[in-house]
């Protein structure tokens, strides 16, 4: 996006223009050495930053413009969406990344948080022995993991990192100190969730009015609280998260507010690591697509459903057809039969990642697939382990943002605190999250103990599938990613169909409707052309398909003839901003 389409953007949603000019008055710091000694040649004109609020693609941008890396402007992103966004993402919670090169190397980093040493496969049963309700689990600190993402940022920082530390926090401060504009969608999820909106006292000062309504649109709020933290974690670094004051009140707050099982401790909050994985990459077609392999569930669900397909000529039925969604439906169906039963902490379970992305094994799996009619029955397509699968509750509380700099590297992260304000306890002006409702509530299943159950210092499985795309020749095509729970590998599977099979611009595959299907019954977007196309599904022998407005957010950026083509979701206020 311009600078001019940005100000207009900027303008429709006053009075957000103030950080335009806030973010240009950083704190004048000389660049560092490794940023003056850059000579490799600019495979761009321009760096991007896709993100799901403007403001913080905006902070991002304004860390490349002053020479900062990929990595850099990530973590500038990450921390304003803490300000600007705080439903959904920021240092209260965690996120996966992924980072890659022009020369296709690429990084996968775990910056997941972790159950408390002391939890037990009990955690999330009531005095019966029954699960609890989701919204139960979610108040309070029962449902609080160890926060990620402040680790996994100092991590790639002192790998990748070209500007001082510092500097990266300097917009979200700004943000933070001198206030942000409220946008409808920071309004609407007030409104929709104010029992963790306003559990907190503090929250309700920021975010409510003394009437106990969400401030109007447009209210410039102000958090002096969360700028104090980030000025204290641009000073001291991770350490000021993990060790000292910080890490005592977050202990403290949470084990106060967990009814029994497990409570944190400052060990916990100390002992915490980001790690990073194996990458997990397949071929599609002539692509080689990389995303996020475990504890999360993205790269296996992605890669899994699209090799799946490689025997239909999807390019061929085009976005209209409805047996082009039909066959995505199906192979939806398979992947996360196998999603559902293996994938968890790697740390804890066994996950045989190599035999389910066996080319052979999802060709067998794709040759289920018909064109003409249903599947009766899917099942899991490798023998069961001595797991089961268990229960899943969806997050809400997701966002994803993607960077590429001038010389070609890249950062695709997914950052969350889990459901809409996490778990409802703030602490120095964040939310904490929820993260913990991602196990599975019961620990057994008709007689096997379910892999995703409850474990001290174990980190729950996720869907979150930040992904990077490189063309036939080895170059960067495309990268991607999304927020919305369960749905975020479908959501992903549609934005790689959409630009690697339809050939449509990044605009219009972000703009394209969602199927999920996680099992028998089907899920369209409600108010979609895939909801008019529900009888002709249903006359493939899908006999449970219904519509619903599901929780979708996707953020990318395209390789178009050498130059870099950015777009946000138009279902969010995302934007793709240059540098």
Request: net charge negative; charged share 20%; proline share 7%.
């Amino acid at each position: 996006m311009s600078g001019k389409s940005l100000l207009r953007l900027a303008a429709s949603l006053a009075p957000l223009s103030f950080i335009l000019s806030g973010c240009a008055t950083l704190p004048a710091s000389p660049p560092t050495a490794a940023a003056v000694a850059t000579t490799e040649p600019s495979l761009f004109d321009a760096g991007m930053v896709s993100a799901a609020d403007p403001r913080a693609a905006e902070a991002g941008a304004s860390i490349l413009r002053r020479g900062g890396s990929a990595a850099d402007a990530a973590i500038a992103t990450m921390l304003a969406l803490t300000v600007v966004e705080p439903q959904s993402s920021g240092i209260g919670g965690g996120g996966f990344l992924m980072l890659g090169n022009a020369k296709g190397e690429v990084e996968s980093w775990d910056g997941r948080e972790t159950a408390p040493k002391a939890a037990t496969p009990a955690r999330f049963l009531d005095a019966s022995g029954q699960p609890l309700s989701f919204r139960t689990a979610v108040i309070g600190g029962r449902s609080v993991g160890v926060p990620g993402n402040i680790a996994l940022a100092a991590k790639i920082h002192a790998e990748h990192g070209r500007l001082p530390w510092a500097d990266l926090f300097q917009p979200a401060i700004h943000l933070a100190r001198e206030g942000f504009a409220l946008s409808p969608r920071g309004f609407q999820s007030l409104s929709r969730q104010p029992d963790t909106g306003a559990h907190d006292a503090e929250a309700h000062t920021i975010y409510y009015g003394a009437d106990g309504k969400p401030l109007p649109v447009g209210t410039t709020i102000r958090n002096p609280a969360l700028a104090g933290t980030l000025e204290m974690l641009a000073a001291k670094g991770a350490d000021g998260f993990y060790k000292g004051e910080l890490a005592h009140e977050i202990a403290s707050k949470v084990a106060a507010e967990t009814p029994s099982d497990g409570r944190m401790t400052e060990e916990d909050i100390a002992t915490f690591v980001a790690k990073e994985r194996p990458s997990t990459c397949g071929k599609y077609r002539v692509y080689r697509i990389c995303s996020m392999g475990p504890p999360s569930s993205g790269a296996t669900t992605v890669l899994a459903t699209l090799i799946q397909l490689e025997g239909f000529d999807l390019a061929r039925l085009g976005p209209d057809s409805p047996v082009s969604w039909h066959l995505i439906a199906e192979s939806e169906r398979l992947a996360y039969a196998d999603r559902d039963l293996f994938l968890a902490d790697p740390d804890f379970v066994k996950v045989p990642v190599a035999a389910l992305l066996d080319p052979a094994y999802l060709h067998r799996r794709g040759a289920l697939i018909s064109a003409e009619r249903t599947m009766e029955k899917v099942t899991a397509g490798l023998p069961a382990p001595k797991l089961s699968a268990g229960r899943h509750y969806v997050e809400n509380g997701t966002s994803h943002f993607v960077v590429v700099d001038r010389q070609g590297d890249v950062a695709s992260w997914t950052s969350t605190i889990e459901s809409a304000f996490g778990s409802g306890v703030m602490v120095g002006g964040f939310y904490l999250n929820n993260e913990l409702t991602d196990f599975s509530f019961a620990p057994e299943k008709d007689g096997a103990v379910v892999a995703n159950r409850v474990e001290g210092g174990k980190r729950p499985r996720s869907s979150m599938a930040p992904t990077i795309v490189y063309g036939p020749d080895g170059k960067l095509l495309f990268v991607v990613g999304a927020a919305g729970g369960a749905t975020i590998p479908v959501q992903v599977i549609r934005a790689l169909v959409g630009v690697l099979d339809w050939k449509l611009p990044v605009d219009q595959a972000l703009a394209q409707p969602v199927i999920f299907a996680p099992g028998d019954t089907i899920t369209v977007e409600q108010g979609t052309k895939l909801e008019a196309m529900i009888p002709a599904l249903q006359a493939l022998g899908h006999t449970s398909v219904r519509a619903s407005q599901m929780p979708l957010k996707t953020n990318a950026v395209l390789v178009v003839d050498g130059r870099l083509v950015g777009s946000g979701d138009p279902r969010t206020e995302g934007v793709a901003v240059s540098q």
